[in-house]
Every structure is written in structure tokens, then in C-alpha cells.
């Protein structure tokens, strides 16, 4: 399948909204330990990691974000995402992925990349019953999001600590996890 | 495996990406972006320090 073909443009409604009621919305960050009155710890407050409330397995090789509505790969390996690869590669890679009888995967944005990570956990910093890691925690995992500042690079996460980094797309080799779904 | 190629011409960097995307990078772009790596080198080497410090207080 040729990059970018399968994707057609979605109509956008326009609306005033006067209330909040979605359900999702940004995820806790998972500190839990109280540190100073007024911290994170201490209001924890956002969508629920823990209890099996947040992240669904489906058990066919993909886990749905409650808090965000995006679908993941359990294991990137397993869909023969095994080796670090450029970022066009990468990009290529998801686009033509076809997994879990899904074939509109793509690679994940910065955001939303981001939006996996616990902050009580690192090596990995996120759930691995949820998330399997790649075996290197320090090679990152790429995004789709171009850095600004300095356009050879796109922004990545080290799966070791959650960090946001920015590595080049014209000379470094990352892992790269598929998402499908989210807001048009 | 899709790999950018990169040339120098006129005083500028030019990147021309495996989709066709061309990138053209003046002095001052790359000096933007050094001086972001820079900042947040400054920023680790700081915290490196610190810990350094401790670990060498930390005798036993």
C-alpha cells in the first residue's frame, strides 16, 4: 500500500461548547508519594492509570488508553517492528502495517507518546504488562512531530525515564510503537 | 532503508529527505538549535555535578 493513499479527510464540525463532559481527558502521572503538601502526590489528579481502569488488552495483540482513546501495540516485536530503523522508515513502516486486523496504524505524535509514560516507573517508564519494551531502554522511541527549533530532528521518548529527546531524522536509528485512532 | 542526503551550497545546508521534503538550513538556524542542545547540556552537566558532589561526600 503507498504511503499516505489510505487516508482521506475528515469533515470538521465547528461548536461552541459550554460544557465538560468527556470522559477521558490527561492521564495521572502515577506519582503516588506525597512529597510536600500541594504536589503532584498529593492531588493526583487526571484519568485513573491503575485498577485495570485505564488501559483495556484486548488479547490480540493491541491495548486500548481509555484516557485518550488511542490503540497500541502490546508488543511492536511481535508485528515485526523488532529493530531501530530511520525515521522515514519508521513512518513508512506504521503506515503499512497491517496488524491485529487494523491497517490504519501510523506512528504516534510527541503527545501522544508521551501520554503512556508513568512517572513512578523507569526502565521502563511505563506499564510493561501494558507496554512491552524493546530490549534497549536508551535507544528512544521515535514521533511523528518535527523538532522546531531544529528540523533535522523529530522529538522521541526515552522508554528508560519517560524524557522527551530529540534525535536526527537524517543520521539516527529508533524504535518506533504504532498508535491508531485519536481526535481528526 | 531511506536515507536523507545532505549538501552545502551557497553558504547553506540543504537536506533533501527520501519523500522529496527539502529542508534548507541558514548559519543561523543551526546556531538556534546548538544553542538549544547547549542549554540543555548545561542543564544535565549541572545535575551531574550535584550528584558528583554527593557521591564524593559520601564517604564511608
Known amino acids: 500500500m503507498q504511503l499516505h493513499l489510505k487516508h482521506r479527510k475528515a469533515s470538521r464540525i465547528i461548536k461552541r461548547v459550554t460544557e465538560i463532559t468527556s470522559n477521558g481527558g490527561l492521564p495521572k502521572t502515577g506519582q503516588y508519594m506525597v512529597y510536600v503538601m500541594g504536589d503532584d502526590g498529593y492531588y493526583q489528579k487526571g484519568y485513573p492509570i491503575g485498577g485495570g481502569q485505564r488501559f483495556i488488552d484486548n488479547g490480540d495483540g493491541t491495548i486500548i488508553d481509555m484516557a485518550t482513546g488511542l490503540m497500541w501495540i502490546k508488543d511492536p516485536q511481535a508485528a515485526g517492528l523488532g529493530s531501530s530503523m530511520y525515521w522515514y522508515d519508521a513512518i513508512n513502516a506504521c503506515e503499512n502495517l497491517d496488524f491485529a486486523g487494523h491497517d490504519d496504524w501510523r506512528m504516534p505524535n510527541i503527545n501522544e507518546l508521551l501520554s503512556i509514560v508513568d512517572h513512578s516507573r523507569y526502565d521502563p517508564a511505563f506499564d510493561p504488562m501494558y507496554f512491552i519494551p524493546f530490549p534497549d531502554t536508551w535507544t528512544p522511541n521515535w514521533s511523528s512531530t518535527v523538532c522546531a527549533p531544529w528540523l533535522d530532528g523529530a522529538w522521541c521518548m526515552y522508554p528508560y525515564d519517560g524524557y522527551k529527546t530529540v534525535w536526527s531524522r537524517v543520521s539516527d536509528m529508533c524504535f518506533v510503537r504504532p498508535v491508531r485512532g485519536g481526535q481528526s | ?60
Do not use: C, H, W
Open chain 2, 1 to 60: 532503508m531511506a536515507k536523507a542526503t545532505v549538501e552545502y551550497k551557497n553558504g547553506k545546508k540543504i537536506v533533501t529527505y527520501p519523500n522529496g521534503e527539502k529542508q534548507e538550513y541558514s548559519k543561523g538556524n543551526l546556531k538556534t538549535a546548538k544553542d538549544m542542545f547547549l542549554k540543555q547540556r548545561q542543564k544535565i552537566d549541572e545535575n551531574i555535578a550535584l550528584i558528583d558532589d554527593d557521591l564524593a561526600k559520601m564517604v564511608v
